[in-house]
């Protein structure tokens, strides 16, 4: 079924259409399942089923895995999504660095690539390395054996999803950049762009544990911190698509100034710079810490959170408390969070909640403490699904939710 399929224009193939579309989603979703299952289900004939399920076949969509049990008669043929031979490209645009990787109908990741940007930093050098990250996606698959259904790209700060335009990247300092323009034009394949954290709204929803939630915050801790917000199983976006920049709640009244502008944001005390210069005061004051026998010139500036964790797991006091610290000022902001929105849960992502073990306690304490009751209450602080940031995942769940719906 390639994309000129799908843009059947009479009605019976759109009714053809649609039934397909019904049976690959339900196919996804029980992950394998019987064309007599579906029919059942989907209130379809049997006839129907089989021959739409033959096309889905035929052009790679689904394939007949194995026999199923049988409860009498011949055994039923399981159907399964073939995600050997269609794929969708997702791109992270970071603060920091870009992340592109090849992604399976499934969520699979088989070609991945991550490239920082030089040094002096502009619109022209970060976009190009956008581009080369898709190219070089691109150049390390046969594009004679497998199909590339579009591009999806997470982006950073606030993103219009309609339009595909970026219209404010505060760690870049750029404005109304039409992004999806630019990679439509360069690829000539469908992209789509959202926010680099809502995305990863999109990898929980298709691929994390917590499928069956339906109203979730989203918290990412990672370069910057961000969130995202699902209601009633759908991305919360907002009325200008500035929805969830919970990075910007302010929580400390004497904090550092942070890149929006204003001072004590979370963003300037939750990220990994914020927990970096927060390990690096206490160092200057004095604090014993085994964090400065890891760097092997003695040079500050060449911190990282990786080995401010390390020295956690070697039982650190500064860095534990360090851990701490960051995880109260997290509730802080989340208690707010949980009192407008009452969701079902809270998940954390992002490469500080690999730190759960010292985070956790502090934000659960920090949500009771300073949240209702009545909207704390049954409320759960999960960890992502996912160990690494998502935002690559997401990012080609765009294109992986916009074809099944």
Known sequence: MTHSNLSEKSPKLGIKKSNRKRILRLIWERGSISRADIAKKLVLTPATVSSNVAELVKQKFVRMERTGDSSGGRKPIILEIDDSTLFCIGVCVKKTEVVAALVGLKGSVSVKNRISYPLPLSDETILKIVTDSIKNILDNIDLQKIKILGIGIGMHGIVDFEKGVSIFAPAFNWHSINIKKMMTDTFHLPVIVDNDVRVMVLAELWFGKWRNLKNFIFLSLGSGVGGGILLNGKVFRGNHFAAGEFGHIRVNEHGSRCVCGNYGCLDTVASEKGLIDDVIERIHLGYSTIITDSISDGNLEHLTFDTILEAADKNDA??????????????????????????????????????????EIPILESVSKQSMKECNQGVHILRSSFNEPSGEIGAATLIIDSFFQ
């Open 318 to 359: 500064l860095a534990i408390d360090a851990f701490r610290k960051l995880g109260m000022y997290v509730g802080t902001a989340l208690a707010g969070i949980v009192n407008i929105f009452n969701p079902e849960a809270v998940i954390i992502g992002g490469s500080i909640s690999q730190a759960w073990n010292y985070i």
